[in-house]
Protein backbone atom coordinates (compact mmCIF):
# COMPACT_ATOMS: atom_id res chain seq x y z
CA UNK A 1 0.00 0.00 0.00
CA UNK A 2 1.01 3.77 -0.61
CA UNK A 3 0.35 5.98 2.20
CA UNK A 4 -1.80 9.13 2.17
CA UNK A 5 0.93 11.94 0.73
CA UNK A 6 -1.05 14.14 3.33
CA UNK A 7 -1.88 14.03 7.03
CA UNK A 8 1.28 15.47 8.37
CA UNK A 9 0.79 18.81 9.40
CA UNK A 10 -2.46 19.84 11.41
CA UNK A 11 -4.18 22.68 12.90
CA UNK A 12 -5.46 22.17 16.19
CA UNK A 13 -6.83 24.45 19.00
CA UNK A 14 -6.96 24.09 22.52
CA UNK A 15 -10.30 23.14 24.13
CA UNK A 16 -9.65 26.27 27.07
CA UNK A 17 -13.33 27.81 25.79
CA UNK A 18 -15.07 24.47 25.34
CA UNK A 19 -18.45 23.68 26.10
CA UNK A 20 -21.94 22.61 24.49
CA UNK A 21 -23.45 25.93 25.11
CA UNK A 22 -26.23 25.50 22.40
CA UNK A 23 -27.70 22.56 20.20
CA UNK A 24 -27.22 22.43 16.35
CA UNK A 25 -26.80 18.65 15.56
CA UNK A 26 -27.92 15.37 17.10
CA UNK A 27 -25.14 15.14 19.69
CA UNK A 28 -25.59 18.10 21.37
CA UNK A 29 -27.52 18.79 24.73
CA UNK A 30 -26.96 22.19 26.67
CA UNK A 31 -28.02 19.86 30.15
CA UNK A 32 -24.91 17.80 29.53
CA UNK A 33 -21.71 19.33 31.44
CA UNK A 34 -18.56 19.18 29.76
CA UNK A 35 -15.66 18.08 32.31
CA UNK A 36 -12.90 20.57 30.92
CA UNK A 37 -9.87 19.34 32.59
CA UNK A 38 -10.86 16.19 31.11
CA UNK A 39 -11.24 17.74 27.63
CA UNK A 40 -7.76 19.22 27.95
CA UNK A 41 -6.68 16.23 29.18
CA UNK A 42 -8.13 14.45 25.71
CA UNK A 43 -6.92 16.78 23.33
CA UNK A 44 -3.65 16.73 25.20
CA UNK A 45 -3.57 12.96 24.50
CA UNK A 46 -4.40 13.67 21.22
CA UNK A 47 -1.65 15.97 20.35
CA UNK A 48 0.87 13.50 21.74
CA UNK A 49 -0.58 10.56 19.71
CA UNK A 50 -0.08 12.45 16.27
CA UNK A 51 3.14 13.93 17.21
CA UNK A 52 4.67 10.24 17.87
CA UNK A 53 3.20 9.10 14.99
CA UNK A 54 4.92 12.00 12.97
CA UNK A 55 2.99 14.87 12.39
CA UNK A 56 3.21 18.47 13.18
CA UNK A 57 0.58 20.40 14.99
CA UNK A 58 0.04 23.91 14.88
CA UNK A 59 -1.71 25.82 17.53
CA UNK A 60 -4.81 28.13 16.60
CA UNK A 61 -5.62 30.72 19.49
CA UNK A 62 -8.79 29.72 21.29
CA UNK A 63 -11.25 32.61 22.09
CA UNK A 64 -13.83 32.95 24.69
CA UNK A 65 -17.74 32.48 23.31
CA UNK A 66 -16.80 30.24 20.76
CA UNK A 67 -16.52 26.51 22.01
CA UNK A 68 -16.40 25.12 18.96
CA UNK A 69 -13.49 26.80 17.60
CA UNK A 70 -11.97 23.58 18.90
CA UNK A 71 -13.32 21.56 15.40
CA UNK A 72 -10.64 22.97 13.38
CA UNK A 73 -11.41 20.69 10.59
CA UNK A 74 -14.83 23.04 10.17
CA UNK A 75 -12.60 25.64 9.49
CA UNK A 76 -12.10 25.71 6.04
CA UNK A 77 -10.47 23.68 2.67
CA UNK A 78 -7.06 23.07 1.70
CA UNK A 79 -5.15 22.21 -1.31
CA UNK A 80 -1.62 23.45 -2.46
CA UNK A 81 -1.54 26.25 0.21
CA UNK A 82 -4.40 27.72 -0.88
CA UNK A 83 -7.35 27.95 2.76
CA UNK A 84 -10.99 28.21 1.11
CA UNK A 85 -12.43 29.69 4.38
CA UNK A 86 -15.67 28.30 5.62
CA UNK A 87 -19.34 29.54 4.90
CA UNK A 88 -21.19 28.35 8.55
CA UNK A 89 -25.17 27.70 8.52
CA UNK A 90 -25.63 28.34 11.96
CA UNK A 91 -25.17 31.99 13.40
CA UNK A 92 -23.28 30.26 16.70
CA UNK A 93 -20.46 29.52 14.39
CA UNK A 94 -20.00 32.07 12.05
CA UNK A 95 -17.89 34.44 14.23
CA UNK A 96 -15.13 31.90 13.92
CA UNK A 97 -14.65 32.75 10.33
CA UNK A 98 -12.42 35.70 11.37
CA UNK A 99 -10.17 34.09 13.70
CA UNK A 100 -9.43 31.33 11.10
CA UNK A 101 -8.83 33.89 8.13
CA UNK A 102 -6.32 35.53 10.59
CA UNK A 103 -4.93 32.77 10.87
CA UNK A 104 -4.04 30.80 7.67
CA UNK A 105 -3.34 34.72 5.90
CA UNK A 106 -0.60 35.09 9.02
CA UNK A 107 0.84 31.98 7.88
CA UNK A 108 1.62 32.08 4.27
CA UNK A 109 -1.85 30.57 2.57
CA UNK A 110 -3.57 32.08 0.18
CA UNK A 111 -6.83 33.01 1.59
CA UNK A 112 -10.14 32.41 -0.81
CA UNK A 113 -13.94 32.93 0.03
CA UNK A 114 -17.35 31.29 -1.41
CA UNK A 115 -19.76 32.86 -3.36
CA UNK A 116 -21.92 34.84 -0.57
CA UNK A 117 -24.91 32.33 0.21
CA UNK A 118 -22.97 29.27 -0.19
CA UNK A 119 -23.00 26.90 3.01
CA UNK A 120 -19.93 25.03 3.08
CA UNK A 121 -17.81 23.68 6.28
CA UNK A 122 -14.49 22.75 5.37
CA UNK A 123 -12.61 19.49 5.31
CA UNK A 124 -15.56 18.34 7.54
CA UNK A 125 -17.24 18.37 4.47
CA UNK A 126 -14.79 17.47 2.00
CA UNK A 127 -11.49 14.99 2.29
CA UNK A 128 -9.16 14.19 -0.57
CA UNK A 129 -9.02 10.23 -1.86
CA UNK A 130 -7.43 9.67 -5.68
CA UNK A 131 -7.25 12.60 -6.88
CA UNK A 132 -10.57 14.40 -6.03
CA UNK A 133 -12.56 15.70 -3.01
CA UNK A 134 -15.56 13.88 -1.69
CA UNK A 135 -17.74 16.97 -0.41
CA UNK A 136 -20.64 16.14 1.55
CA UNK A 137 -23.73 18.07 2.00
CA UNK A 138 -27.86 18.37 3.18
CA UNK A 139 -27.29 19.05 6.80
CA UNK A 140 -24.26 21.62 7.02
CA UNK A 141 -22.74 22.11 3.68
CA UNK A 142 -24.91 23.24 0.52
CA UNK A 143 -25.30 21.41 -2.98
CA UNK A 144 -24.72 24.18 -4.78
CA UNK A 145 -21.01 24.53 -3.05
CA UNK A 146 -19.44 22.12 -4.90
CA UNK A 147 -19.16 23.57 -8.32
CA UNK A 148 -16.80 26.47 -6.97
CA UNK A 149 -15.32 24.60 -4.43
CA UNK A 150 -13.85 22.83 -7.00
CA UNK A 151 -12.87 25.77 -8.85
CA UNK A 152 -11.30 27.48 -5.62
CA UNK A 153 -9.37 24.02 -5.14
CA UNK A 154 -8.47 23.39 -8.81
CA UNK A 155 -9.36 19.88 -8.05
CA UNK A 156 -12.59 17.77 -9.04
CA UNK A 157 -15.08 17.85 -6.24
CA UNK A 158 -17.87 14.79 -5.94
CA UNK A 159 -20.64 15.10 -4.12
CA UNK A 160 -22.47 13.04 -1.58
CA UNK A 161 -26.02 13.95 0.05
CA UNK A 162 -25.50 12.80 3.54
CA UNK A 163 -29.29 11.06 4.86
CA UNK A 164 -28.53 10.57 8.38
CA UNK A 165 -29.21 13.76 10.34
CA UNK A 166 -26.98 11.69 13.39
CA UNK A 167 -23.90 11.53 11.23
CA UNK A 168 -24.04 15.12 9.35
CA UNK A 169 -20.65 15.93 7.98
CA UNK A 170 -18.74 13.81 5.91
CA UNK A 171 -16.02 13.27 8.40
CA UNK A 172 -18.09 11.02 10.37
CA UNK A 173 -18.70 8.45 7.27
CA UNK A 174 -15.65 8.28 5.13
CA UNK A 175 -12.09 7.88 6.19
CA UNK A 176 -9.22 7.82 3.69
CA UNK A 177 -6.68 5.12 5.08
CA UNK A 178 -3.90 4.99 1.93
CA UNK A 179 -3.75 5.00 -1.95
CA UNK A 180 -6.50 2.06 -2.20
CA UNK A 181 -8.41 2.14 0.99
CA UNK A 182 -11.16 3.75 3.47
CA UNK A 183 -13.68 3.18 6.04
CA UNK A 184 -17.36 4.05 4.46
CA UNK A 185 -20.53 4.12 6.11
CA UNK A 186 -22.55 3.20 2.98
CA UNK A 187 -25.44 3.59 5.07
CA UNK A 188 -25.29 7.57 5.89
CA UNK A 189 -25.34 7.94 1.86
CA UNK A 190 -27.97 8.48 -1.07
CA UNK A 191 -27.79 6.03 -3.45
CA UNK A 192 -25.81 8.28 -6.10
CA UNK A 193 -23.60 8.82 -3.38
CA UNK A 194 -22.81 5.31 -2.50
CA UNK A 195 -21.78 4.95 -6.38
CA UNK A 196 -20.04 7.37 -6.01
CA UNK A 197 -17.60 5.62 -3.55
CA UNK A 198 -17.55 2.46 -5.08
CA UNK A 199 -16.50 3.72 -7.66
CA UNK A 200 -13.37 5.78 -6.66
CA UNK A 201 -12.61 3.50 -3.68
CA UNK A 202 -10.81 0.02 -4.65
CA UNK A 203 -10.89 -1.50 -1.26
CA UNK A 204 -13.93 -0.06 1.05
CA UNK A 205 -14.42 -1.29 4.47
CA UNK A 206 -17.87 -0.59 4.99
CA UNK A 207 -18.92 0.64 8.90
CA UNK A 208 -22.47 -1.48 10.35
CA UNK A 209 -24.07 1.37 12.18
CA UNK A 210 -22.93 0.36 15.90
CA UNK A 211 -19.38 1.36 14.26
CA UNK A 212 -21.04 4.25 12.68
CA UNK A 213 -22.43 6.08 15.69
CA UNK A 214 -19.52 5.32 17.30
CA UNK A 215 -17.67 7.54 14.82
CA UNK A 216 -14.97 5.48 13.61
CA UNK A 217 -15.00 6.82 10.75
CA UNK A 218 -13.89 10.20 12.20
CA UNK A 219 -10.33 9.26 12.59
CA UNK A 220 -6.88 10.35 12.18
CA UNK A 221 -4.45 8.84 9.70
CA UNK A 222 -0.53 9.62 9.98
CA UNK A 223 1.24 7.31 7.83
CA UNK A 224 0.71 3.68 8.87
CA UNK A 225 -1.06 4.96 11.68
CA UNK A 226 -4.66 4.87 12.12
CA UNK A 227 -5.99 7.48 15.56
CA UNK A 228 -9.46 6.43 16.51
CA UNK A 229 -11.85 7.59 19.07
CA UNK A 230 -12.96 3.79 19.80
CA UNK A 231 -12.01 0.93 17.56
CA UNK A 232 -14.53 -2.14 17.49
CA UNK A 233 -12.96 -5.77 17.60
CA UNK A 234 -14.29 -6.24 13.58
CA UNK A 235 -12.45 -3.27 12.60
CA UNK A 236 -9.26 -3.34 14.53
CA UNK A 237 -8.74 -6.81 12.77
CA UNK A 238 -9.09 -5.54 9.46
CA UNK A 239 -6.77 -2.46 10.06
CA UNK A 240 -4.18 -4.80 11.27
CA UNK A 241 -4.31 -7.10 8.22
CA UNK A 242 -4.15 -4.13 5.94
CA UNK A 243 -0.47 -3.28 8.09
CA UNK A 244 -1.90 0.02 10.36
CA UNK A 245 -1.05 0.56 13.74
CA UNK A 246 -4.31 1.46 15.73
CA UNK A 247 -3.83 3.66 18.31
CA UNK A 248 -7.22 3.90 20.84
CA UNK A 249 -7.70 8.03 22.26
CA UNK A 250 -10.67 8.54 24.08
CA UNK A 251 -12.62 11.64 23.10
CA UNK A 252 -15.62 11.33 24.66
CA UNK A 253 -15.90 14.79 26.27
CA UNK A 254 -15.68 15.68 22.44
CA UNK A 255 -18.64 13.45 21.61
CA UNK A 256 -21.11 15.44 23.45
CA UNK A 257 -21.09 17.97 20.63
CA UNK A 258 -20.63 15.82 18.09
CA UNK A 259 -16.96 15.65 17.55
CA UNK A 260 -14.19 12.91 17.04
CA UNK A 261 -10.19 12.87 16.90
CA UNK A 262 -10.65 13.92 13.18
CA UNK A 263 -13.17 16.78 13.66
CA UNK A 264 -10.17 18.22 16.18
CA UNK A 265 -7.34 18.48 13.17
CA UNK A 266 -7.40 20.22 9.99
CA UNK A 267 -5.11 18.90 7.56
CA UNK A 268 -2.77 21.76 6.17
CA UNK A 269 -0.31 19.88 3.95
CA UNK A 270 -3.19 18.43 1.38
CA UNK A 271 -1.72 18.92 -2.03
CA UNK A 272 -3.65 16.28 -4.42
CA UNK A 273 -1.26 14.42 -6.76
CA UNK A 274 -2.40 15.25 -10.41
CA UNK A 275 -4.69 18.07 -9.70
CA UNK A 276 -3.32 21.06 -11.35
CA UNK A 277 -3.29 22.71 -8.23
CA UNK A 278 -5.32 26.52 -7.90
CA UNK A 279 -6.00 28.21 -11.22
CA UNK A 280 -4.54 31.46 -10.73
CA UNK A 281 -8.24 33.03 -10.80
CA UNK A 282 -10.62 32.91 -8.39
CA UNK A 283 -13.50 31.11 -10.62
CA UNK A 284 -16.83 31.90 -8.57
CA UNK A 285 -15.10 32.92 -5.12
CA UNK A 286 -13.24 36.01 -4.14
CA UNK A 287 -9.59 36.62 -2.60
CA UNK A 288 -9.38 38.47 0.49
Not at 144 to 161: C, F, K, M, Y
Not at 168 to 179: N, S
Request: charged share 20%; proline share 9%.
Amino acid sequence: MTALTWGRRFLMCPPEHFGVLYEINPWMHREVDVDLDRARAQWGELVATLVDAGATVDLLEPQPGLPDLVFTANAGTVNHGRYVASRFRHPNRQPEVDHDVAWFAGHGFEVVDLPEGTGHEGAGDALPFRGVFLSGYRSRSDAGAHGPLSALLGAPVRPIELVDPRLYHLDLTFCPLDDRRALVAPGAWDSYGRKVVEALVPEPFALETDEMLAFCANSVVVGHTVVMPVCPPRVGRQLEAWGFDVVVVTVDEFLKAGGGCRCLTLALDVAIPGAAGPPPSMGNGAAR
